[in-house]
């Protein structure tokens, strides 16, 4: 079988010792780590959001394969950075203000890690301005919010809001996400984009920036 195909298998089992295995074949192979990342490990990625989609896998498999990505990647980052490879962009990630469930929000944060962004995680119940300050600090590509409780998902409109007033709504692209969100809520509150899971978040990363 290919090494790729075995890679991207490999992911979905989320058998983290086999990734990096197959990895460090692939690259005593000669494969490009763009093409390892790109025909393994994202593939991979697709193939699990479609089993959590179709409820085939639940969050603590998921949480396996974006370990396993992890795993991986730490292999593949030094070559990306040393190449002429583009650098995917950066995300600032973090749970929104008086919610402090970060599991989802951590599954997404490897996952986007392991896709090649760079990420910073802010952690849980984060206020406002310090989502701001961070966007503003880091230079961030795309901002992702994620909430668990009904309550505390009108804390991303305060985001957004935040993002109006500093005049910088348009320097960033805002994804949300989480339990209680939907397409609906993000038109309401005017996000650039909701996912649905972690896979789905990073495949509309990669397409905004055109990766």
């Not at 990096?20 to 959001?49: H, Y």
């Not at 292999?75 to 002429?84: A, I, V, Y």
């Not at 805002?174 to 005017?190: E, N, S, Y």
Request: hydrophobic residues 45%.
């Amino acid at each position: 079988m290919d090494i790729l195909k075995r890679l991207e298998e490999a992911v979905v089992r989320g058998n983290m010792d086999e990734v990096k295995d197959l990895t460090q074949s692939a690259l005593d192979n000669n494969l490009a780590p763009l093409t390892i990342l790109d025909q393994g490990m994202i593939k991979g990625l697709e193939v699990v959001g479609q089993k959590f989609e179709c409820q085939q896998i639940f969050i603590p498999e998921m949480l396996l394969s974006a370990m396993a990505m992890k795993e991986g990647l730490s292999l593949l980052k030094p070559r990306l950075e040393n190449s002429d490879t583009p650098n995917l962009g950066k995300v600032v990630i973090g749970t929104v203000e008086g919610d402090v469930h970060d599991i989802g929000k951590n599954i997404v944060s490897m996952m986007l890690t392991g896709a090649g962004f760079q990420v910073v995680d802010l952690g849980f119940d984060v206020p406002a301005h310090k989502f701001l300050d961070a966007v503003k600090q880091e230079k961030a590509d795309i901002l992702a919010l994620s909430c668990l409780f009904t309550p505390t998902r009108l804390a991303m409109k305060d985001v957004l809001q935040a993002l109006l007033e500093a005049n910088m709504r348009d320097k960033v692209k805002v994804l949300i996400g989480g339990a209680p969100i939907d397409q609906k809520f993000c038109d309401l509150i005017g996000a650039d984009g909701y996912a649905p899971d972690a896979p789905g978040g990073v495949q509309k990363a990669r397409a905004w920036l055109g990766k």
